[in-house]
């Protein structure tokens, strides 16, 4: 990325991410995290449950904003 564009991004104290962009991070990480405890919890008591998904389009209506 380069400073150009992310300058555009940064805004008092802040790192503003577009609304969809900070979903589809979103999406990455609970897939990501479900997957893990999928292969962690293998061969273990917890290993029968079901884990269900999120709806995170539903979560986030507007851009995010995180401070640094």
Do not use: V
């Amino acid at each position: 990325m380069k400073k150009e564009a992310f300058k555009k991004l940064t805004k008092k104290g802040e790192i503003i991410l577009p609304g969809n962009f900070g979903k589809h991070l979103a999406m990455l990480t609970t897939g990501t995290a479900r997957g893990i405890l999928y292969a962690n919890t293998k061969n273990t008591a917890f290993h029968k449950f079901l884990m269900g998904t999120i709806n995170i389009d539903t979560m986030f209506k507007e851009d995010i904003a995180i401070e640094i």
